[in-house]
């Protein structure tokens, strides 16, 4: 997956765990929870539909990596770069 | 077969802990004694007309999209949406006292008007009492330590009326432990009731009940109903397996309870508990009147009435088969549906004495029923219109009714005395989940399987 395919993902995951929320202005430079209403169950949630949906498995020591959509892409790039775009 | 996790119990927290393992691809079975799942909250068929047992309302309510309530944590977890749970709104209910009555709705402003306006020299503290609230984690897990609400609540507040009215609906809608509750407890039923209010679908319970089996089963879970489970098999101290009545023996890595701590402890070893949790004894007898008519139409609008006769309010297992010095009036009617409901109800609950009524001849059982039936109604019609030559049928429910559908010993409500916040038990392996893990109401008992779910079950 290429960076943007991994936006992409993650931008679906988040749709799935938060529908309320209005995706279209997020910023990614901006951590998750400044601009949307995600708590620490929302955020195990992330971790647990990328492991669901790409294998991957992401260490708790690593969690931090994933607070803004800027780093969670930066963070996952190499990760997932010989993994295929999920159906 | 072989199972990541089997649940014991298809109730509310079982089937919320069986969606949350089976989005997650584990393997999972849900084990139901019964022959329809809900447990606690669970509905039936009777004389061609739909009822709901349990559920008088779901509290927590929030307006559909709203953010960072129980509710719409909720419906996150489970990958649900607003109108999966079809609530509306309550109209207004009251708490009604010997010469006080205070009205709420789900607007918890209106409440504070109303303690303002019945209390004045109470208000200070009142709010004083409403920042403390706010200000305390009630979901910490790891929370041990019980601390007496009652005590902590006059800190705040100095008349006990008012007291006894904020402990009422409170404790009637959630406290297995009589006269005063963990201050938890009570937070998250102040929270749940008074801030958020309460809701229901239009359908009543079975619609929730209907979408979270039905999601479970898309995503794959097994459901098994007329499945009891008559033992949990442990070896070398970890729950391993669990045996049915019939002798069939499951296997699985975890197994989740809901069936009460001391009830599950009962299936781990029958004859040697390891630990005897107490089981509750706080149980209500309800009586459940089909009108020919909307109860608005008589002049009541009122959703939920919580009234007390007494000078002081007693929550407690009563001396008599019922305790008719105080209960809750319920209509299922008066919520803001878009159209009326089939046919008109009132629902009375009122504190009951477990022995008498799980002890009684069946021949004789029937007929205290409705002797009790009547004597409620008629403790009741202080604070509802006459609508006795309304009724067109009649159904009762007693502790006996509820321990036969949930297992529960002395058909106790709300479960033991004694919560286990953390779900853990003395076995490695096997975890509660429901009313003995303390999340309360409909709302807190799926947000319990969750929990549960979350933490030790998703590894």
């Given at each position: 997956m290429t960076g943007v395919e991994i936006r992409q993902a993650v931008l679906e995951i988040l749709e799935r765990i938060a529908?309320?929320?209005?995706?279209?202005?997020?910023?990614?430079?901006?951590?998750f929870r400044d601009q949307m209403e995600l708590d620490s169950m929302d955020f195990l949630d992330i971790v647990m539909e990328l492991r669901k949906g790409y294998r991957v498995q992401i260490p708790e020591e690593d969690y931090?990596?994933?607070?803004?959509m800027q780093s969670t892409v930066e963070y996952l790039t190499p990760k997932l770069k010989d993994v295929p775009v999920a159906g | 077969m072989h199972y990541d996790t089997v649940i014991i119990g298809a109730g509310m927290s079982g089937l919320s802990a069986g969606v949350r393992l089976a989005y997650f691809e584990k393997n999972v079975c849900i084990l139901e004694?019964?022959?329809?799942?809900?447990?606690?909250?669970s509905f039936y068929r009777l004389r061609k007309r739909n009822y709901d047992v349990g559920l008088h309302a779901v509290t927590n309510y929030a307006e559909?999209?709203?953010?960072?309530?129980p509710l719409s944590k909720l419906l996150r977890q489970l990958r649900m949406k607003w109108e999966d749970f079809d609530l509306r709104p309550q109209l207004h209910s009251s708490i009604a006292f010997p010469d006080c009555t205070l009205r709420f709705t789900n607007d918890f402003a209106y409440f504070l008007e109303q303690v303002a306006m019945a209390f004045p020299r109470q208000i200070d503290g009142f709010k004083r009492l409403v920042r403390t609230i706010a200000d305390h984690?009630?979901?910490?897990?790891?929370?041990r330590q019980t601390t007496s609400a009652r005590h902590v609540v006059s800190e705040h507040i100095s008349d006990p009326l008012l007291i006894d009215m904020l402990f009422c609906p409170l404790m009637f809608y959630g406290?297995?432990?009589?006269?005063d509750m963990d201050f938890s407890q009570f937070v998250i039923m102040f929270k749940s009731i008074f801030h958020e209010g309460f809701g229901r679908p239009f359908d009543g319970i079975r619609l929730i009940l209907k979408k979270l089996v039905r999601h479970f089963k898309a995503l794959g879970g097994h459901l098994k109903l007329r499945?009891?489970?008559?033992e949990i098999v442990q070896r070398n101290g970890k729950a391993n397996a669990v045996v049915l009545d019939d002798g069939t023996e499951i296997t699985a890595d975890n197994v989740l309870s809901s069936a009460g701590a001391a009830e599950t402890m009962r299936l781990v070893d029958?004859?040697?508990?390891?630990i005897k949790p107490k089981a509750g004894d706080i149980t209500f007898v309800e009586s459940i009147s089909v009108l020919d008519c909307e109860p608005a139409s008589l002049g009541h609008n009122e959703t939920i009435v919580f009234y007390n006769d007494a000078d002081s309010f007693h929550y407690e297992r009563p001396?008599?088969?019922?305790?008719?010095?105080s209960g809750i009036i319920c209509s299922?009617?008066?919520?803001?549906?878009s159209r009326p409901l089939e046919d008109g109800r009132m629902r009375i609950t009122a504190l009951a004495e477990p022995d008498y009524w799980i002890n009684l001849p069946e021949d004789e059982y029937q007929q205290r029923k409705m002797e009790w039936n009547d004597r409620i109604i008629e403790s009741a019609l202080k604070h509802v219109p006459d609508f006795r030559s309304h009724v067109v049928d009649t159904d009762v429910f007693s502790p006996r009714t509820i321990r036969r559908f949930t297992g529960h010993l002395n058909g106790c409500?709300?479960?033991?005395?004694?919560?286990f916040a953390d779900g853990?038990?003395?076995?490695?392996n096997l975890y509660l989940c429901g009313t003995d893990q303390g999340f309360l109401g409909i709302v807190g008992a799926m947000l319990s399987g969750i929990t549960i779910a979350n933490r030790y079950l998703l590894k």
């Open positions: 529908p309320d929320e209005d995706l279209s202005n997020l910023d990614d430079a901006i951590a931090h990596n994933l607070n803004s | 004694r019964h022959t329809t799942v809900g447990g606690l909250n559909p999209g709203s953010k960072g309530g984690d009630a979901l910490n897990l790891d929370q406290s297995a432990t009589p006269h499945a009891g489970v008559s029958p004859s040697r508990p390891m001396n008599e088969p019922v305790d008719l010095r299922p009617n008066n919520f803001d549906y409500v709300y479960g033991a005395p004694e919560k853990q038990t003395p076995v490695r």
